[in-house]
């Protein structure tokens, strides 16, 4: 039995995307000030390789990076460096002839305490500087190869949810109903991992919420919360069986490769109030407004002020973005994380840009029926948002396929 692990990274197909990405990367330092980045998060390592391994990679203002290598990852490709512990990295550089850095970029917000610690000891001569807020600047914007894998992601999610339906028996608890679609999900390729940035996003592979369960709120940063299961991880599905006149919000994971879609759905048991059919309908009219509204230069802060402005002339306000708690964002980035930049809220004045990946999911929680409303993940272009989950988004009764 081998005690290594050798590892596929750098293919010749993923080259010039590898590139593309260190270049963009290396632009944004040189604005910043910065001389060299020592990355070490998951989330980063993976951007940058294609795959994850135990190390470090460290980027040069010029030049290529090198791949720091701990056992029992292993690689011969060029720029792959074998080395014990992260102290040895100032070595390499001095035996490569590389200039030691002034200026380092580190992840302050990606990686813990004692890691940051012992990179610090790398350079000890050196400033150091957040570079979380670069990586995530730049992976904000994305290439057209994650664009082609999210939008395969998006198709392969929306052919699960077109199978969601027969997962539903009667009296079924919202749990059971969850975990066959989870079961689905990871029957159809879904990876099983929902990656999400910062440590108040915890959660399985998704969110499902019924009834009542919708308008409990959650610690959680999520849009909907629910109260959960169990204590431990207070946020989504209750256990109690779903009943007639209620609604059910699917909003499960959509990452197949590596990148992730964010998509909701509802459905009702039965037949639902109008007031709950009336506030469906206009979070489809809401995505229909945005989807001409965000145009890559447009403000964020628009697609916020102009889902609210439509909740408030049709009388939801009350019930938009949740009802006994509300958040104040309406979407999100998203790519190998679920909740990268930008965040799709009133106080950010950045500006779309062209190819960015947003989530919009402008919800509404209806007391004692339940919560309703669409998210479609988008990719934002100079003539507006393009879909890329572009499943049906009616809210119908559920079993209804099953009997037809």
């Given amino acids: 039995m081998t005690d290594t692990i050798s590892l596929p990274f750098l293919r010749p197909d993923m080259k010039s995307e590898l590139d593309l990405r260190v270049k963009n990367i290396q632009t944004l330092m ?12 998951t989330v980063n390592v993976f951007y940058l390789s294609g795959t994850i391994f135990k190390g470090n990679i460290y980027i040069p203002l010029d030049g290529s990076p090198l791949y720091l290598l701990i056992s ?15 102290e040895q990295i100032s070595s390499v550089l001095e035996e490569k002839g590389i200039r030691m850095p002034e200026a380092v970029g580190l992840e302050y917000s990606d990686m813990t305490y004692s890691d ?3 990179l610090k000891a790398c350079f000890p001569e050196a400033k150091y500087g957040d570079a979380s807020s670069l990586l995530r600047e730049v992976r904000s914007v994305k290439t057209a190869y994650e664009i082609s894998r999210i939008r395969e992601d998006g198709k392969k999610h929306s052919a699960v949810y077109s199978m969601i339906d027969k997962c539903y028996r009667e009296d079924m608890t919202d749990l059971e109903f969850q975990i066959e679609i989870e079961r689905l999900l990871r029957r159809e390729g879904c990876l099983g991992i929902l990656r999400a940035s910062g440590n108040r ?43 007639h006149g209620t609604t059910v919000m699917v909003d499960m994971n959509g990452g197949f490769n590596g990148y992730q879609t964010d998509m909701t759905r509802c459905w009702m048991i039965g037949d639902v109030p109008e007031i709950a059919k009336k506030a469906h309908e206009c979070s489809r009219m809401i995505l229909r407004v945005l989807e001409k509204t ?10 916020y002020t102009t889902a609210l402005d439509i909740a408030k002339k ?49 919800k509404f929680v209806i007391p004692h029926i339940g919560a309703v409303g669409v998210e ?10 393009e879909n890329l989950t572009t499943f049906r988004e009616d809210l119908t009764s559920l079993g209804q396929g099953v009997r037809e």
Avoid: W
């Avoid at 040189?30 to 998060?41: M, P, T």
């Avoid at 029992?72 to 992260?86: A, T």
């Avoid at 709120?217 to 109260?227: A, K, L």
């Avoid at 965000?294 to 697609?303: F, I, P, T």
């Fill in 314 to 362: 049709e009388g939801l306000q009350e019930y938009f973005m949740g009802h006994s708690h509300k958040v104040g964002f309406i979407g999100h980035g998203i790519g190998i994380e679920l909740n990268e930049m930008p965040v799709i809220m009133e106080r950010n004045h950045s500006v779309l840009k062209e190819n960015m990946v947003i989530a919009l999911e402008p």
């Fill in 116 to 118: 940051i610690t012992r």
């Fill in 376 to 385: 479609n993940t988008y990719r934002v272009t100079a003539e507006g948002l």
């Fill in 72 to 86: 029992p990852s292993v690689s011969s490709q060029e720029g792959c460096i074998k080395i014990r512990k992260p």
């Fill in 201 to 243: 996003m915890e959660l399985n592979l998704g969110s499902l919420l019924n009834g009542d369960n919708a308008d409990n709120p959650s610690p959680y940063d999520f849009s909907m919360g629910g109260h959960g299961f169990d204590p431990s991880l207070p946020v989504g599905a209750d256990g109690l069986t779903m009943k």
């Fill in 30 to 41: 040189g604005e910043r000030g910065l001389e060299g980045l020592l990355i070490g998060s």
């Fill in 294 to 303: 965000g145009v890559a230069g447009a403000e964020v802060s628009l697609l």
